[in-house]
């Protein structure tokens, strides 16, 4: 078997064998941290003025670049949503939505560390709120959390249900049968 | 068919479907890339031509167009300007405006200071409407008629009770400009200004430099760009405001 495919590259890896249990964690997690972006995305996707107005309230981003985020964010989180749920290039999608995560988590500690009272604006375009109104914890033990199936699925993206299969899945592989080799 | 030619064409056939598997991967890759980039790249383009490209500018904007004048061509040659950043949906400031106002009104009008209203609109998406956008292009078309400092006035006084209640379009529209002498022919340049949206533009301007300057709440007092904390307005008598006012300078 081996030899049929000698000279001809693999573009991607294949993912290691999961085992049974993994395969369905891994489809709990895809669909946690997919459902998440995209309802989050498609609150904020209508309002994209105020999505821009609550990046500029974590005072992390030159002005400028506060309205292509702004703007972009809430697209981007509706896309990996959907690619996570549909399980396509679930490990690429499964990384940047991790990465996403990382972002928010530093953001939020450093809206924290500077005393800022805001409302993350994660699920709708975010305020600021009073000082004892903020639930920053709160905010990005959920994020991490998101980090955790976020890293699960990227580690072991094969799952269930996922367009991946179709997508990376091999053409008509031939076996060597008995009855040719006999 | 011999075992070696056998070998072949599978090698070929294998080969084959790699290619075709590889071309599937990298075209759906391609698509799904290019169509979020596409889209992200039209609705920027689409928010950048929203944003206050054919607005009109009130008569009585600095030139910065970041504020309106209250009180232009009153105050003294080198007097403190003092900025008064508040969102008309926000109840804190009608309170400051009731304790206030007035105090601040009569300075504009001594000319003891360059008085300065920079409208903010942040609240519509705390509250989730549009009536903090609408009441600051109301007021700014009532700047075309004379009657910035009377509608702005006019609106806090009539602010809804519960927070977070809209200001009713009948209300901005057609009642205040009445209440505070826009009437006839005005009243109608008013309504024009107001239905098109107008200033739509250089209101969103005067709220993205306010944030840009560090305002992020209101009422916001700042002397020559100073800002006074609220809680030392708080303990001050109003008709001590113009004191207050003078150690900022």
């Known amino acids: ?182 | 068919m011999t075992q070696s030619s056998r070998e072949r064409m599978r090698a070929q056939e294998s080969a084959r479907a790699a290619q075709q598997r590889m071309r599937r991967i990298v075209g759906v890759g391609a698509a799904i890339l290019a169509a979020v980039l596409v889209t992200v790249l039209v609705v920027v383009a689409v928010q950048a031509s929203n944003s206050g490209g054919n607005s009109v500018t009130p008569p009585n904007a600095t030139a910065g167009r970041n504020a309106i004048i209250v009180n232009p061509g009153v105050a003294k040659p080198g007097t403190v300007v003092v900025d008064l950043f508040f969102d008309y949906q926000c109840p804190i400031c009608k309170q400051f405006e009731s304790v206030f106002g007035s105090a601040l009104d009569a300075l504009a009008s001594a000319g003891d200071i360059q008085l300065q209203y920079r409208a903010m609109t942040f609240m519509d998406n705390n509250l989730g409407n549009d009536s903090s956008m609408k009441t600051a292009i109301a007021a700014s078309c009532a700047d075309f008629e004379g009657k910035y400092s009377a509608y702005h006035n006019a609106l806090f006084a009539n602010q809804p009770t519960k927070e977070g209640e809209p200001y009713s379009t009948e209300l901005v529209r057609n009642l205040l400009p009445q209440e505070v002498g826009i009437t006839g022919a005005a009243l109608t340049r008013f309504q024009t200004c107001f239905d098109q949206k107008a200033t739509k533009g250089f209101v969103q301007g005067v709220d993205e430099q306010a944030t840009k300057d560090g305002v992020t709440g209101t009422p916001t007092l700042h002397v020559n760009g100073r800002k006074i904390e609220l809680d030392v307005l708080a303990k001050t008598n109003p008709a001590d405001l113009g004191k207050l006012i003078d150690q900022y300078r």
Do not use: H
């Open chain 1, 1 to 182: 078997m081996r030899g049929y495919n000698e000279g001809v590259s693999e573009p991607t890896p294949v993912p290691q064998r999961s085992s049974g249990w993994q395969r369905w964690l891994s489809l709990v997690a895809r669909l946690i941290l997919g459902v998440t972006l995209l309802v989050a995305g498609a609150l904020k996707v209508g309002q994209l003025d105020a999505s821009v107005r609550s990046v500029r309230l974590y005072q992390l981003l030159p002005w400028e670049a506060t309205a292509l985020v702004g703007t972009a964010l809430p697209i981007i989180e509706l896309a990996l949503g959907l690619m996570l749920i549909t399980g396509t290039f679930t490990r690429v999608s499964a990384i940047l939505g991790s990465l996403l995560m990382v972002a928010f988590i530093i953001a939020i500690a450093s809206v924290w560390a500077r005393g800022i009272s805001i409302d993350c604006g994660c699920f709708s375009p975010g305020g600021e709120v009073a000082a004892d109104q903020t639930q920053y914890p709160q905010e990005i033990a959920r994020d991490l959390g998101l980090l955790l199936a976020g890293a699960w699925v990227a580690w072991r993206p094969e799952a269930p249900f996922a367009v991946d299969s179709w997508l990376f899945g091999r053409e008509t592989p031939i076996e060597p049968t008995d009855e040719e080799s006999g």
